[in-house]
């Protein structure tokens, strides 16, 4: 069975412009969730997405947006970039939503200028 | 707010013996944890997972023991190997019926020598 692919795997943008993350997530399953990891902060929680509605979601501001289609599939959109913006960013996507082993992409390596 | 702590940022053990890696969290609504491997530039790979109701859960060369009442959760790796050095990473999930969101610790880098 096929892992969690994300695209694209490196992306390299300036400031103020916007950007467009995808991840397909293991075949049936039908919760999404996006990290952040970056050196100072760590692995941060941005939102989750089952059956297409989002769930929960982390501390992060407007501009961190996303959307759950329905083949399962997400993307996951930032306007406005800002050098802080610059991280990995995960997606990793399990059975069901809840308390449930989450198995992650390898992620797309976001770089600000 | 760093709910969950892990407080060695790295740990070196000769091959062949037991790695031992700590984590504390202090939700005390936390009711399963996870462990994962993660090396550079890669998403974090699933070891282990224990539910709060359990206080052990082995599985092969790795074990995860929970102490609720301490707030403390400890992955044990035996024997270690060298290809267990990674950078590895408590995290905890809310309960049943909530959402599916994972709370990480900053991470414990071991390293497995000759």
């Known amino acids: 069975k096929a892992g969690v692919t994300q695209t694209p795997r490196y992306l390299i943008k300036t400031r103020g412009q916007q950007v467009t993350l995808s991840c397909s997530p293991i075949?049936?399953?039908?919760?999404v969730s996006w990290y952040q990891q970056t050196p100072g902060q760590g692995l941060q929680f941005l939102f989750e997405?089952?059956?297409?509605?989002?769930?929960n979601k982390g501390n992060f501001p407007g501009r961190f947006s996303g959307r759950q289609f329905s083949n399962s599939r997400s993307e996951m959109n930032v306007s406005t970039l800002e050098l802080g913006d610059s991280a990995l960013y995960l997606c990793?996507?399990?059975?069901?939503?809840?308390?449930?082993?989450?198995?992650f992409g390898p992620g797309t390596r976001l770089t600000v200028l | 707010d760093q709910q969950v702590k892990q407080n060695s940022p790295s740990l070196s053990v000769q091959e062949g013996r037991i790695s031992i890696l700590n984590c504390d969290y202090t939700n005390s609504m936390f009711d399963y944890f996870l462990w994962y491997k993660k090396y550079p530039a890669e998403g974090p790979t699933f070891l282990i997972s224990?539910?709060?109701?359990?206080d052990k859960n082995e599985d092969g060369r790795f074990t995860v023991f929970l102490n609720k009442s301490a707030k403390h959760l400890s992955l044990h790796i035996v024997p270690s190997q060298p290809g267990d050095s990674a950078v590895y990473f408590c995290?905890?999930?809310?309960?049943?019926?909530?959402?599916?969101?994972?709370?990480f610790g900053t991470g414990t880098r071991l390293q497995v020598t000759l």
């Open positions: 997405y089952f059956s297409e509605t989002q769930r």
């Open positions: 990793a996507s399990s059975l069901l939503s809840g308390p449930v082993e989450q198995f």
């Open positions: 224990i539910s709060s109701i359990k």
């Open positions: 995290a905890a999930s809310p309960p049943t019926g909530t959402a599916s969101k994972l709370t």
């Open positions: 075949s049936g399953h039908r919760s």
